[in-house]
């Protein structure tokens, strides 16, 4: 059976005493009104991943995720993060090839399999991000775009490493702008996504692949995209500053 997550990436937001206000709301709601199927992941940045980890601790549900990490082991890479130091802090997942770090900082598909080697190396689940713009949308060619997203930074990995890994489908135009990909949209997509992994590696490997969607997930929209059957959750912006919106869309599943 594969996981059911909700995950809050919270981008480059909130100071840390926002931070850890946002947390211990978080950590109270969760525990107070949500069942235990639901894996709930919150990534704030970097500098607060360790206040935020001694904030939930003991909240046995809710798991930490950084929002990038370096492709190489250490050395001379000024201003990085290595899978190594997050794992070393009690990090267990890595959202890597948001389209942000795609657009902004000229990540390729080539780069995130290196990150996602060193994330696997270190115990880290990859949180890895694929979607389309929307001139993609328009022209047609977007579930081969997404596959060739997957298939340039994925498929190189073993079945038992690739079975480790979590797939977010955010399209791009989708994501901060308000538009959210229909129900039928996203359970396209995320069915032609785990097509494809069957054809890579088996359909029991596709099955248990947890595929998530982000991209403006709102307590009111959420219920309709969790009821896809192949939608496995969300990787939620916006909505996850608000812890009241953030439990209502983790509940609505
Ligand atoms: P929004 O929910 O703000 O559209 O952001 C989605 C996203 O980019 C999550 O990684």
């Given at each position: 059976m594969r996981k059911k997550i909700v995950a809050g990436n919270w981008k480059m937001n909130n100071t840390l005493e926002e931070g850890l206000k946002l947390t211990s709301e978080i950590v109270n709601m969760v525990n107070d009104e949500v069942n235990d199927d639901v894996t709930v992941v919150l990534a704030p940045p970097f500098i607060h991943l360790t206040s935020v980890k001694n904030s939930i601790n003991g909240a046995e549900k809710i798991y930490l995720s950084a929002q990038n990490c370096n492709e190489h082991p250490s050395g001379a890479y000024t201003g990085e993060v290595s899978a190594a130091m997050l794992n070393s802090i009690g990090v267990g997942y890595v959202i890597l090839g948001h389209s942000e770090r795609r657009e902004y900082f000229s990540e390729t598909n080539a780069e995130l399999a290196k990150k996602v080697d060193a994330a696997l190396e270190h115990n880290l689940t990859p949180i890895f991000c694929c979607g389309e713009s929307q001139a993609i949308r328009e022209n047609g060619d977007f579930v081969s775009f997404v596959c060739s997203q997957i298939k340039e930074s994925l498929f190189?990995?073993?079945?038992?490493?690739?079975?480790?890994?979590?797939?977010?489908?955010?399209?791009?135009?989708?994501?901060?702008?308000?538009?959210?990909?229909?129900?039928?949209?996203?359970?396209?997509?995320?069915?032609?996504?785990?097509?494809?992994?069957?054809?890579?590696?088996?359909?029991?490997?596709?099955?248990?692949?947890?595929?998530?969607?982000?991209?403006?997930?709102?307590?009111?929209?959420?219920?309709?995209?969790?009821?896809?059957?192949?939608?496995?959750?969300?990787?939620?912006?916006?909505?996850?500053?608000?812890?009241?919106?953030?439990?209502?869309?983790?509940?609505s599943y």
């Open positions: 190189h990995l073993s079945e038992s490493d690739f079975s480790k890994v979590v797939i977010a489908y955010e399209p791009i135009w989708a994501i901060g702008t308000g538009l959210t990909a229909s129900s039928e949209q996203a359970q396209e997509m995320h069915a032609s996504l785990r097509t494809y992994i069957a054809d890579q590696y088996g359909s029991e490997v596709a099955d248990n692949t947890s595929i998530l969607y982000g991209g403006s997930a709102k307590p009111g929209n959420a219920p309709e995209l969790f009821a896809c059957p192949d939608v496995d959750g969300g990787l939620i912006g916006g909505a996850s500053l608000k812890s009241r919106d953030f439990v209502d869309i983790i509940k």
